[in-house]
């Protein structure tokens, strides 16, 4: 079972607690029998079912539009992707995009739009995606090109594509950044709410990756949505979607947690029954080592993503710079684990179906999507160099 003593920590309120029990309930008794690896549509749309039922999904909605509080709460989000994360990727996956997937209507909707859209989404009876990237657009969201347009009275038209897009062919609704020309560059964008099955948007592509689950490419070929589908203002698409991925980045990290904390667990389960030299595996120094350094990288990250959780849940307006670190060490740390636990498990490590060959496919993703890992450290750096710069500016020290 996965360490809890971390729910101590001062980060986490008591809560949480709750809310990690509720998850582990969920986990223990649900994710078994819903996951079908060959199956990832499927069992995301099994997962979504009954992470709604069993009123997790609240978690990814603010209230009152069937969400437990006015704001979304960070630490708990965290606390069930790292809880889900454990069980399955797949689970983990299914909540998380219902949270990212609506996290600009969330954020930034109308009362009417967060109304209409959020309770479907807190009951596991819609699938949510979050479309921004692009062929051309990944880390650089200032460059997207997929455009709308006005197309007579109350509508505007989109023409382009997203790629690598989560819940892409399972989704019934996304949420999908074009270029609306208000100003050049991150202030030309804006955000539109697209139903699944509008005319002249389709499925051009299904992706598949080492770790399956829903992907798709998107196309918008004259794509008719009403101008009342946008969220937010006209040109509030760039600061919308950074907002959004201010909130859920540090989630990532927590999934990565999660994914590393079963690394070791396993990891520690083999080290202790592994005979070998007149001993066990656990005895040889060397390994010690190894299994201190898995410890070490958990807990840092850890401190990294419940900091940047309890940052934004304190009432922070951006936590910039500690959801890109939280990210960058968790997920680095958690490929650091998950490749000693593999080494550790030797030819086992590397059997197709062990539960550790999946923990490392599944934590590679992690550190692209979202920004990825050198995308965060230009961040961090960024974040720096202009804190210098002010500090300086205000001491009238030499920048």
Not at 51 to 70: I, K, M
Not at 187 to 208: H, K, N, Q, Y
Not at 230 to 244: D, L
Not at 308 to 324: C, L, N, P, Q, V
């Amino acid at each position: 079972m996965p360490d809890t003593s971390f729910l101590d920590w001062p980060f986490l309120d008591a809560a949480h607690a709750d809310v990690r029990a509720e998850a582990l309930a969920f986990a223990t008794a649900e994710v078994p029998r819903l996951v079908d690896h060959h199956d990832p549509d499927g069992s995301c749309r099994r997962l979504v079912a009954a992470l709604g039922e069993a009123g997790l999904l609240d978690l990814t909605v603010t209230a009152p539009d069937g969400g437990r509080a006015p704001k979304l709460d960070v630490r708990s989000l965290c606390l069930v992707r790292e809880t889900l994360a454990y069980a399955d990727g797949l689970a983990d996956f299914a909540f998380a995009m219902q949270g990212l997937g609506t996290g600009p209507i969330t954020l930034y909707g109308s009362a009417e739009q967060k109304a209409r859209l959020l309770p479907s989404i807190a009951a596991g009876t819609t699938i949510s995606a979050f479309a921004l990237t692009e062929p051309e657009s990944g880390s650089d969201v200032a460059a997207i090109a997929c455009t709308a347009v006005p197309d007579g009275p109350g509508h505007v038209r989109l023409d382009g594509e997203k790629t690598w897009i989560s819940n892409g062919g399972i989704a019934d609704r996304y949420v999908v950044f074009c270029r609306t020309g208000e100003a050049p560059g991150a202030r030309g964008l804006s955000a539109f709410v697209v139903d699944a099955g509008t005319p002249g948007f389709r499925i051009a592509e299904r992706l598949e990756t080492i770790a399956p689950h829903p992907l798709a490419r998107l196309a918008f070929d004259g794509c008719r949505v009403p101008v009342a589908n946008r969220v937010g203002a006209p040109g509030e698409g760039f600061k919308i979607a950074m907002a959004t991925l201010d909130v859920f980045r540090s989630t990532v990290g927590a999934a990565a947690l999660g994914l590393a904390r079963r690394a070791l667990d396993e990891t520690l389960a083999r080290a202790a029954t592994r005979k070998l030299f007149g001993g066990v595996l656990g005895d040889l120094q060397m390994v010690q080592g190894d299994i201190a350094d898995m410890v070490l990288d958990i807990d840092a990250a850890a401190l990294m993503v419940y900091r940047a959780g309890w940052a934004k849940d304190r009432g922070a307006a951006r936590i910039t710079r500690e959801a890109s670190l939280a990210k960058l060490v968790a997920t680095e740390a958690a490929q650091r684990v998950i490749d000693r636990a593999v080494q550790l498990h030797g030819g086992d490590g590397v059997r197709s179906g062990s539960v550790v060959e999946r923990l490392y496919r599944e934590v590679r993703a992690l550190r692209i999507y979202e920004g990825a890992s050198d995308v965060q450290r230009v961040i961090i750096a960024r974040q720096a160099l202009a804190a210098h710069a002010e500090a300086a500016a205000a001491t009238g020290a030499p920048g």
